[in-house]
C-alpha cells in the first residue's frame, strides 16, 4: 500500500506540471514597487492553464504591513498580448529583522494558455485589483 502512496505521489499530479522558466519556454519579466520586491517567479504548464508562481516580501528595514495583489500579462514570442491575470489581495508583512522570513508566496492560473514561447511581466501593485492607490 505505502508503495502503491509513493508512486501516486511521485507519479501522479506533478508529472503534468512543467517549469517553463526553467526549460527555456518562457521569460518573466519582474517589477517590484518601491514598497514589495518579487524576490522570485517562475511559470508552468499545467494541463491546459499557464501557472505563474513566485514569492514577495518587504524591504529591509520596511514597516507595517501593505495590501498588494500582483498582476501578470501573458505575451507571445513577437510581443503580441495574449492574456492577463492577478491574484487576489495579498497582505504582505513588514520586514522583521531576527525573526526569520517574511515571504508571502503567491500564484496566479490563467486558463487555456497553449504551450508556446511566452514573454511574462509580473508586476506588483497596490491594494485590491482595479483599486488606485
Known sequence: MCIIAAMFFFCGCAAKRVNLTENGMATI??????????????????????LIE???????????????????????????????????VIYVPGHKIGKGVSWERFSI??????????????????GEHGEMG
Open 29 to 50: 519579466n519582474r517589477s517590484s514597487s518601491e514598497n514589495v520586491i518579487i524576490r522570485w517567479a517562475d511559470a508552468y504548464q499545467d494541463g491546459n492553464d499557464l
Open 54 to 88: 513566485g514569492v514577495i516580501e518587504r524591504p529591509l528595514f520596511s514597516t507595517g504591513p501593505l495590501k498588494v495583489h500582483i498582476d501578470a500579462t501573458i505575451f507571445s514570442a513577437d510581443e503580441i498580448k495574449l492574456r492577463e491575470g492577478s491574484t487576489e
Open 109 to 126: 492560473r490563467i486558463p487555456e494558455v497553449q504551450p508556446q514561447r511566452l514573454k511574462i511581466e509580473v508586476a506588483v501593485k497596490p
